[in-house]
T-cell receptor, first 115, second 113 residues
Framework: KAGVTQTPRYLIKTRGQQVTLSCSPI?????VSWYQQTPGQGLQFLFE???????NKGNFPGRFSGRQFSNSRSEMNVSTLELGDSALYLC??????????????FGPGTRLTVT | DQQVKQNSPSLSVQEGRISILNCDYT??????FLWYKKYPAEGPTFLIS?????DKNEDGRFTVFLNKSAKHLSLHIVPSQPGDSAVYFC????????????FGTGTRLKVLA
């Protein structure tokens, strides 16, 4: 079974631009979560989607948004990029609550650099 | 408000010895805990988990201990190997409702050969 895939793997953008990141979950997983990882801050939760609905949202400004499609693939968008948005963006999928398996499976991440 | 804390940013251990990574939490509603390992340029990979109804879970060289009264969990790696060198994250979950995972800031483990 294929793992979680994220595209692109690396991205360089300029302040003020917008960016869209893509995530394809493991087949059969309907929950997709997004995290931002920066040095010293661990994994900061952005949002989670389940069956095309945003079920959870973290404490990020409205410039960060996402969506999920009927095939469970998800995208996140960051508008009006700031230097502080430079980070590794991770996507994770899971089977909850379809099955009581609480493991999240992570993709390799997208490294975003804002200059 | 950091509900899950890993107070040691780094840890160095000799190969063959025990590595103990700690994690504290504040929310008594958490009922499931997980440990992940992360290598550079890769996403975190699941290691081991424990339900709040247990106090210990073991999987090979990895054992997780949960002390609910102290709101503390720890990951023991015995014996430690150089390949265990990575960043370890603990995560907590309320396993109902919205299923939101809260991660700690991570501990970088270095196993010295």
């Amino acid at each position: 079974k294929a793992g979680v895939t994220q595209t692109p793997r690396y991205l360089i953008k300029t302040r003020g631009q917008q960016v869209t990141l893509s995530c394809s979950p493991i087949s059969g997983h309907r929950s997709v979560s997004w995290y931002q990882q920066t040095p010293g801050q661990g994994l900061q939760f952005l949002f989670e989607y389940f069956s095309e609905t945003q079920r959870n949202k973290g404490n990020f400004p409205g410039r960060f948004s996402g969506r999920q499609f009927s095939n469970s693939r998800s995208e996140m968008n960051v508008s009006t990029l700031e230097l502080g948005d430079s980070a590794l963006y991770l996507c994770a999928s899971s089977q909850i609550p379809d099955r009581a398996n609480y493991e999240q499976y992570f993709g390799p991440g997208t490294r975003l650099t804002v200059t | 408000d950091q509900q899950v804390k890993q107070n040691s940013p780094s840890l160095s251990v000799q190969e063959g010895r025990i590595s103990i990574l700690n994690c504290d939490y504040t929310n008594s509603m958490f009922d499931y805990f997980l440990w992940y390992k992360k290598y550079p340029a890769e996403g975190p990979t699941f290691l081991i988990s424990i339900s709040s109804i247990k106090d210990k879970n073991e999987d090979g060289r990895f054992t997780v201990f949960l002390n609910k009264s102290a709101k503390h969990l720890s990951l023991h790696i015995v014996p430690s190997q150089p390949g265990d060198s990575a960043v370890y994250f603990c995560a907590a979950l309320v396993a109902s409702g919205t299923y939101k995972y809260i991660f700690g800031t991570g501990t970088r483990l270095k196993v010295l050969a």
